[in-house]
C-alpha cells in the first residue's frame, strides 16, 4: 500500500545555483497536480529562471499556505504561479493575502474536466486579482511562458530568449508539413453519396 503523502512534509524543491534566489514560486493543491504543473516548471527551467516548487493546500494546510503568502515577497519570489483543482481556492487565497502577482492554472478535475476549477480560480471579486489561465497542460505552460514575459520587463537576456523562442516556434509550425489523405486522387466515400 502506497504511503500517503503529507502536504504538510513535502520538501521545498529549488531549481537553482547557489546563490540564484528563486524568482518564481510555484505552488499546487495536490501531488495529484504534479503531472499538470510539471509542464509549468519544465518551462521556466528551459528559460533558466531560479524557481521552488512545492505542495501548499488551502484546504489541508491553511496555515502553511497563509504562511507562504505572507513571506514570499520578503524571500525575493517575483511571482507565484498557483495550480489546483475542483474547489480551487488556492490561487484566491493566496492572492489575498500578497500584493505578488498570482497566476492561476486550473487543473483538469476528475468530475467536472476542470470547469469546477476554471471557475474557481478565474471569478475572483474586484480588487483581488489572479491572472487565469486555460485548463490543464496548456494553461500550466503558459503560466510560464507569461511569468518569463513578466520578468523579462526588467531583464534584457531574458527577452532575447524569448524572442529567440517564439521565432523557433514560428519556424517550426511554418515548416510543418501533412501526410497525404489516405486514398488521395480518388473520390471520398462522402462525395460518392
Ligand atoms: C485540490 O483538490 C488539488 O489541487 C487537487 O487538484 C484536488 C484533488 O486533490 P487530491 O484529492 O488528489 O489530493 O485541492
Not at 547557489?18 to 528551459?46: I, Y
Not at 469546477?116 to 510560464?144: E, H, K, R
Given at each position: 500500500?502506497?504511503?500517503?503523502?503529507?502536504?504538510?512534509h513535502?520538501?521545498?524543491?529549488?531549481?537553482?545555483?547557489?546563490?540564484?534566489?528563486?524568482?518564481?514560486?510555484?505552488?499546487?493543491?495536490?501531488?495529484?497536480?504534479?503531472?499538470?504543473?510539471?509542464?509549468?516548471?519544465?518551462?521556466?527551467?528551459?528559460?533558466?529562471?531560479?524557481?521552488?516548487?512545492?505542495?501548499?493546500?488551502?484546504?489541508?494546510?491553511?496555515?502553511?499556505?497563509?504562511?507562504?503568502?505572507?513571506?514570499?515577497?520578503?524571500?525575493?519570489?517575483?511571482?507565484?504561479?498557483?495550480?489546483?483543482?475542483?474547489?480551487?481556492?488556492?490561487?484566491?487565497?493566496?492572492?489575498?493575502?500578497?500584493?505578488?502577482?498570482?497566476?492561476?492554472?486550473p487543473?483538469?478535475?476528475?468530475?467536472?474536466?476542470?470547469?469546477?476549477?476554471?471557475?474557481?480560480?478565474?471569478?475572483?471579486?474586484?480588487?483581488?486579482p489572479?491572472?487565469?489561465?486555460?485548463?490543464?497542460?496548456?494553461?500550466?505552460?503558459?503560466?510560464?511562458?507569461f511569468?518569463?514575459?513578466?520578468?523579462?520587463?526588467?531583464?534584457?537576456?531574458?527577452?532575447?530568449?524569448?524572442?529567440?523562442?517564439?521565432?523557433?516556434?514560428?519556424?517550426?509550425?511554418?515548416?510543418?508539413?501533412?501526410?497525404?489523405?489516405?486514398?488521395?486522387?480518388?473520390?471520398?466515400?462522402?462525395?460518392?453519396?
Amino acid at each position: 500500500m502506497d504511503v500517503a503523502f503529507n502536504p504538510a512534509h513535502a520538501p521545498i524543491r529549488a531549481a537553482m545555483a547557489p546563490g540564484n534566489k528563486p524568482r518564481v514560486a510555484v505552488v499546487m493543491g495536490s501531488k495529484s497536480d504534479w503531472d499538470t504543473m510539471r509542464h509549468c516548471v519544465e518551462v521556466l527551467e528551459q528559460f533558466g529562471i531560479a524557481h521552488e516548487h512545492r505542495v501548499v493546500s488551502a484546504h489541508r494546510t491553511p496555515q502553511l499556505m497563509s504562511d507562504f503568502a505572507r513571506d514570499a515577497e520578503g524571500r525575493g519570489i517575483k511571482l507565484i504561479i498557483a495550480g489546483a483543482g475542483g474547489a480551487a481556492h488556492l490561487p484566491g487565497m493566496i492572492a489575498a493575502q500578497t500584493t505578488l502577482p498570482v497566476l492561476g492554472v486550473p487543473v483538469e478535475s476528475r468530475s467536472l474536466r476542470g470547469v469546477d476549477s476554471l471557475l474557481s480560480i478565474v471569478q475572483m471579486p474586484a480588487g483581488i486579482p489572479v491572472a487565469t489561465f486555460a485548463i490543464g497542460m496548456a494553461g500550466a505552460m503558459n503560466a510560464a511562458y507569461f511569468a518569463v514575459s513578466m520578468l523579462a520587463a526588467d531583464d534584457e537576456s531574458l527577452g532575447k530568449a524569448l524572442k529567440g523562442f517564439r521565432e523557433k516556434q514560428t519556424a517550426d509550425v511554418s515548416a510543418m508539413e501533412l501526410p497525404l489523405a489516405s486514398g488521395s486522387g480518388a473520390a471520398s466515400e462522402r462525395d460518392k453519396q
